[in-house]
């Protein structure tokens, strides 16, 4: 990344020839083509490593679009606040999981098949392969590279817009693959209902990057709803 990025009057950063539009191009590309990709040709045990390298790839054109380390929410002063506000939702979602774990009536919808796994594989899954290979990836492009290249050519508000659908399509191949695992509502169903909570979640994100000025803060949340989630359903399943 480098160091020094222009703002524009209006919220907006300034001009930097077309470079910036290059590396936007570029990253929808790349994300379409990895999402369908890993779908279809690679095998769920190399998601992680994939993905985890995936995320260089996607900096690196946040680099040559000419964001800043601030741009896509990594300077250094601003990790205090990422930390404070990632860390309130996490401490959130961690107490209602608690809550829902802990009451007869509420604790079933937590229950899923999909975490019938052993103890060590739950905590790969929630201390490695969610952290790493999911939300650095989901972060780094959706709240980070494509927030701030959108940003240099549109308003805050639109490019979070488009930033979060692009992230509620991006699940499209991982809920049509577990369709099977849906019950009554179909495959159709399942999409639609999967790209608007994703999207949703997409615009809550971004407004903690925003908000915090740092990509921890949505780092943090997007490890509670996934991490804390998947652990309260194994304990719940026990």
């Known amino acids: 990344m480098t160091t020094t990025g222009g703002g524009g009057p209006d919220g907006t950063a300034g001009p930097v020839g077309r470079r910036d539009l290059v590396a936007l191009g570029a990253t929808i590309a790349v994300l ?26 996607i900096a690196a054109l946040g680099a040559v679009g000419g964001l800043s380390l601030a741009d896509v929410g990594l300077a250094r002063d601003r990790m205090r606040a990422g930390l404070v506000y990632g860390g309130a939702v996490l401490a959130v979602v961690a107490l209602g999981l608690l809550v829902i774990g802990l009451i007869p009536a509420t604790s079933d919808f937590l229950r899923d098949d999909r975490v019938q796994v052993s103890t060590g594989a739950m905590l790969f899954e929630v201390l490695v392969a969610v952290p790493f290979g999911t939300v650095l ?33 991006w699940h499209i191949p991982g809920v049509v693959n577990d369709a ?10 399942a999409v639609a209902g999967t790209v608007a ?5 997409g615009i ?7 908000r ?27």
Do not use: K
Not at 216 to 234: D, E, G, Q, R, Y
């Open 180 to 189: 099977q695992s849906v019950t009554g509502v179909g495959t159709a169903g």
């Open 212 to 238: 915090s000025g740092s990509l921890l803060a949505p780092m943090l949340a997007h490890v509670a709803t996934n991490s804390l989630t998947f652990a309260a359903a194994w304990l719940v399943s026990r």
């Open 32 to 57: 379409a083509a990895w999402d369908i990709g890993r779908s279809v040709a690679v095998a769920g045990d190399l998601h992680l490593r994939f993905n985890f390298s995936m995320a260089f790839v």
């Open 137 to 169: 990836l989901e972060e780094l492009a959706f709240r980070g590279t494509l927030l701030g290249l959108l940003q240099r050519r549109t308003s805050t508000l639109v490019a979070v817009g488009v930033s979060s659908l692009i992230f509620g399509l």
């Open 197 to 201: 909570a994703t999207t949703i979640a």
């Open 204 to 210: 809550g994100f971004a407004w903690l990057r925003l």
